[in-house]
């Protein structure tokens, strides 16, 4: 290869987004790469690896023995040095399912975190929603680039990202008006945000485990010395006192035992930015004297071409005829030839005749034109099949005349970020499970059929389908038999549909079928689509062998035509509903086509609305209470829960009326009688040496709590039932953080002065909790018993669990976990860290009067005001 001038080199130098020489290590004992994200991982004035991750490894080396040998690196290029087993450890790495693929995790997680997002004082941002159109600055390839770039393909927020290779330039990305916002790891922000005048929006996101990764083929003793960590945590973890928790109290704030740079550093700094200068002028001089100091081509070519080739890219430079110049050796790579079988051939030598000539379209604009052209191109190689995409940078090199000469070219190997992209809009429009498209593309379809339902030739019909008893049947089979199920009726459902049809679920065992096209005559069409879904009833409900078991079923289906609901798709779908509820009630395994008929429904729920005002009326409510224990079995609270005995009708579900009366308004009164009820059982409890350090909890409806009585109510319940407000318990859920926040955190801090305290049920299930978790005056959470149950048999939903109790035990929050309903899942909550829980194993509701009875001869299983959270 001959020499090119200097001032190309540097100008592929200025080029890059990032360049990094490649370092050699020691050998080591331990060789553990250490990058600066303090208070976590940094190295300390010492030498040696510092923060709250370096301090807990550096005690279980003294504690084994070990040698550690900090290998200074940057995130990304820390990885990579992981990867290629140039070390031997890595601490504060998130397990995602790529890394998985790429290295080795042991079992117990180091630490648990969160990520948050950084602005400036004067920004308004307080959800993630309010990063639309926003630029992010981001730690390339971290876990706060992938969560944000799945949400933003969910809900097209289009921000920017910017791009950065640690946190410490993503703040000062913000602070030069560069960026709107960074997002980073809360520890991070938490102890450096400050020093670049900015502070923490209301927006955090993404509960992530972080642990201490090796290469994916570890050796032996790598893999032992990650065991006995394992073993360190697991042990440190389970004890009050431990080292792990001393670490954590160390690094959990600032001042003596926060992070502080130390005075040498800052003139460390100081010296290093005057090199810096003194480099920029070096330069400068160098471009006015390159005609005198050419000897020096050759090292500094020597030196940028180890930059250059330790770059994850395609480097090249081609010349007028688009002859390959120069290569770096990534582009060697990807051709599989040497720099000798490159340099002085075009691209008609190592790519396919279609792709030489698309690539020479954009290399002319360049050459002819002078234009910076970026742009996505797909490339395949001649001995291979699969295409690549490239991001692609290509500008014009000038001489000291402003002539072009050559092109220099950066190429980034995109395929995977698009194929990932490709699936996340795939998860977006269809069902993970059946693989059927999902309610939204349903919808999106159904909004563009009725867009053209003027058309004389288009007359459709929608149709759900239910399976008839299928919890039943989950029940008996279990939910993977149970899952298996619902993907043989998909299957049947997609081999039904003929090319004018759509088939979709939209969600647990409700299907959809679209039928368009039909007869242009309304009764032609009604009768033509009540043939179609006869046939597909019929076909739905032959036997289906799942597993061992032959299984049969039969389906509801509710149909109902486009010409009966107007030019409204949401009438159209609860149409459809009415008539596949209708055809439940009517027996099951019918077909029942929506008229207005159907209205009957309506006049039910508007029934039910009148025996609700008249049990109001006659005080026909009544509270019973189940408990809640901790680990020792202790009973340690109840919480309150409202039923309904009709004279007539008997026990009506609370899931029946209760949503009927929020909507009609009804439960304002209904739980001002709730409120008052619970004061009389604690007054009661108030008298007895085992109930008076006993708890009552009660859920408050959004509705209720924002009324304008319901503070006054309370206190006034409170002075005449002479009740001890520290006895009473508040549980609040996460629909009601929608409202005017400001006002409810102001409400909520009313209630704690008077000693009321609060709880956030089903925690887990709404969508902005971690964004207002840090405000609340909360002193519980209650995990949703969803995750509980499912827990066992999901590892997602473990995660979520074990998550959740580290951000509430963290925050000093007592975590309660709802749902427990067998031995198993009782033991494993208690395995990882859950102390309280709530649920039919350990007791189901009852009357206050049979507990009493029932615990007061047992009072060693009522724990006493020392045992009770908070004590």
């Known amino acids: 290869m001959r020499r090119w001038s200097l001032g190309i080199l540097i100008t592929l130098l200025m080029v890059l987004p990032g360049t990094h020489a490649q370092s050699v290590s020691q050998p080591l004992t331990l060789r553990l790469g250490v990058y600066h994200n303090p208070p976590k991982i940094f190295l300390g004035s010492d030498g040696r690896p510092s923060g709250l991750i370096g301090d807990l490894l550096n005690k279980v080396a003294e504690a084994e023995g070990w040698q550690i040998k900090p290998v200074r690196c940057q995130w990304q290029s820390c990885l990579t040095l992981l990867k290629n087993g140039n070390i031997d450890l890595m601490p504060d790495v998130a397990m995602t399912p790529e890394r998985r693929a790429e290295f080795f995790f042991p079992v117990e997680p180091i630490l648990l975190s969160w990520s948050q997002i950084y602005v400036s004082a004067n920004s308004k941002l307080s959800s993630l929603l309010d990063l639309k159109n926003k630029r992010i600055a981001v730690l390339e390839e971290s876990v706060q680039q992938q969560y944000l770039t799945r949400l933003n393909h969910a809900f097209q927020l289009h921000y920017q990202f910017i791009r950065v290779s640690d946190f410490e330039l993503a703040l000062q990305a913000v602070q030069r008006g560069e960026a709107d916002a960074a997002a980073t790891s809360q520890f991070y922000g938490r102890y450096q945000a400050a020093d670049y005048d900015l502070v923490a929006a209301p927006i955090m996101f993404q509960p992530t485990e972080l642990y201490v990764a090796a290469n994916l083929q570890p050796s032996a003793s790598i893999k032992q010395a990650l065991q006995r960590l394992d073993s360190y945590l697991t042990r440190w973890k389970a004890e009050q006192h431990s080292p792990y928790y001393s670490v954590l109290k160390k690094w959990s704030g600032s001042g003596e035992d926060g992070y502080s740079i130390p005075q040498f550093v800052w003139w460390i700094g100081l010296l290093l930015l005057g090199a810096l200068l003194l480099t920029f002028f070096f330069i400068f001089t160098l471009r006015r004297l390159v005609k005198d100091k050419t000897y020096r081509l050759e090292q500094s070519e020597n030196r940028l071409n180890t930059i250059l080739n330790s770059v994850d890219a395609f480097i090249f430079i081609k010349d007028l005829d688009l002859k390959y110049q120069y290569i770096n050796q990534k582009f060697c790579e990807l051709t599989g030839l040497s720099e000798r079988d490159i340099i002085g051939k075009t691209d008609h030598q190592f790519f396919d005749a279609e792709t030489a000539k698309r690539l020479a379209i954009n290399d002319r604009r360049v050459l002819e034109k002078g234009e910076r052209i970026v742009d996505e191109e797909v490339n395949t190689l001649t001995k291979s099949s699969a295409p690549h995409t490239f991001l692609s940078v290509k500008l014009p090199l000038r001489d000291g005349s402003g002539q072009i000469y050559a092109l220099c070219g950066i190429s980034t190997d995109i395929t995977e970020y698009r194929n990932i992209q490709s699936q996340l809009q795939h998860l977006a429009f269809f069902d993970v499970l059946s693989g059927l498209p999902n309610r939204r593309f349903i919808i999106d379809k159904l909004q563009n059929l009725m867009a053209q339902k003027q058309s004389p030739l288009v007359q459709g019909a929608l149709a759900i389908i239910d399976i008839d008893e299928f919890k039943s049947l989950n029940d008996t089979l279990g939910h993977e038999l149970g899952d298996e199920l619902l993907k043989q009726v998909a299957n049947r459902l997609e081999h039904l549909q003929s090319s004018k049809d759509t088939v979709g679920r939209l969600?647990?065992?409700?299907?959809?079928?679209?039928?368009?096209?039909?007869?242009?005559?309304?009764?032609?069409?009604?009768?033509?689509?009540?043939?179609?879904?006869?046939?597909?009833?019929?076909?739905?409900?032959?036997?289906?062998?799942?597993?061992?078991?032959?299984?049969?079923?039969?389906?509801?289906?509710?149909?109902?035509?486009?010409?009966?609901?107007?030019?409204?798709?949401?009438?159209?779908?609860?149409?459809?509903?009415?008539?596949?509820?209708?055809?439940?009630?009517?027996?099951?395994?019918?077909?029942?086509?929506?008229?207005?008929?159907?209205?009957?429904?309506?006049?039910?729920?508007?029934?039910?609305?009148?025996?609700?005002?008249?049990?109001?009326?006659?005080?026909?409510?009544?509270?019973?209470?189940?408990?809640?224990?901790?680990?020792?079995?202790?009973?340690?609270?109840?919480?309150?829960?409202?039923?309904?005995?009709?004279?007539?009708?008997?026990?009506?579900?609370?899931?029946?009326?209760?949503?009927?009366?929020?909507?009609?308004?009804?439960?304002?009164?209904?739980?001002?009688?709730?409120?008052?009820?619970?004061?009389?059982?604690?007054?009661?409890?108030?008298?007895?040496?085992?109930?008076?350090?006993?708890?009552?909890?009660?859920?408050?409806?959004?509705?209720?709590?924002?009324?304008?009585?319901?503070?006054?109510?309370?206190?006034?319940?409170?002075?005449?039932?002479?009740?001890?407000?520290?006895?009473?318990?508040?549980?609040?859920?996460?629909?009601?953080?929608?409202?005017?926040?400001?006002?409810?955190?102001?409400?909520?801090?009313?209630?704690?002065?008077?000693?009321?305290?609060?709880?956030?049920?089903?925690?887990?299930?709404?969508?902005?909790?971690?964004?207002?978790?840090?405000?609340?005056?909360?002193?519980?959470?209650?995990?949703?018993?969803?995750?509980?149950?499912?827990?066992?048999?999901?590892?997602?939903?473990?995660?979520?669990?074990?998550?959740?109790?580290?951000?509430?035990?963290?925050?000093?929050?007592?975590?309660?976990?709802?749902?427990?309903?067998?031995s198993e899942q009782l033991q494993r909550l208690q395995q990882i860290q859950c102390f309280y829980f709530q649920g039919f194993y350990l007791g189901k509701p009852q009357r206050p009067e049979q507990w009493e009875l029932e615990l007061s001869s047992n009072s060693e299983n009522l724990a006493t005001g020392s045992s009770l959270p908070g004590s």
């Open 507 to 822: 969600g647990a065992d409700e299907f959809v079928a679209i039928l368009s096209q039909l007869d242009q005559d309304p009764k032609a069409a009604a009768m033509h689509a009540q043939q179609r879904t006869r046939q597909i009833a019929k076909r739905l409900s032959q036997p289906y062998f799942v597993g061992s078991h032959e299984v049969f079923v039969t389906v509801s289906i509710g149909l109902a035509m486009f010409s009966d609901v107007g030019n409204d798709v949401e009438e159209l779908l609860k149409g459809a509903d009415i008539a596949m509820h209708t055809a439940k009630r009517l027996g099951r395994n019918n077909i029942q086509l929506f008229n207005t008929d159907m209205q009957a429904i309506v006049d039910e729920r508007l029934n039910i609305e009148s025996r609700l005002r008249e049990a109001v009326a006659k005080d026909q409510f009544y509270l019973v209470v189940q408990p809640q224990f901790n680990q020792l079995k202790q009973m340690v609270a109840m919480e309150a829960l409202l039923r309904w005995h009709h004279p007539e009708l008997g026990e009506i579900s609370p899931g029946q009326f209760i949503p009927i009366a929020e909507q009609s308004g009804l439960m304002l009164a209904i739980g001002k009688r709730v409120i008052e009820q619970s004061c009389e059982i604690l007054r009661r409890w108030q008298s007895s040496e085992h109930w008076r350090h006993i708890k009552l909890a009660i859920n408050i409806s959004p509705a209720q709590f924002n009324h304008e009585d319901f503070v006054p109510h309370l206190e006034n319940t409170l002075q005449r039932f002479q009740v001890n407000p520290e006895r009473l318990e508040l549980e609040i859920t996460e629909t009601l953080l929608i409202q005017d926040f400001d006002a409810i955190i102001d409400k909520l801090n009313v209630l704690r002065e008077w000693g009321i305290s609060v709880s956030l049920d089903d925690f887990g299930t709404g969508y902005a909790s971690l964004s207002y978790l840090k405000r609340l005056p909360l002193a519980k959470l209650k995990i949703d018993q969803s995750f509980v149950r499912d827990m066992l048999n999901n590892s997602n939903d473990e995660v979520i669990v074990r998550s959740i109790i580290g951000l509430g035990n963290n925050l000093g929050l007592t975590v309660v976990a709802e749902g427990v309903e067998t």
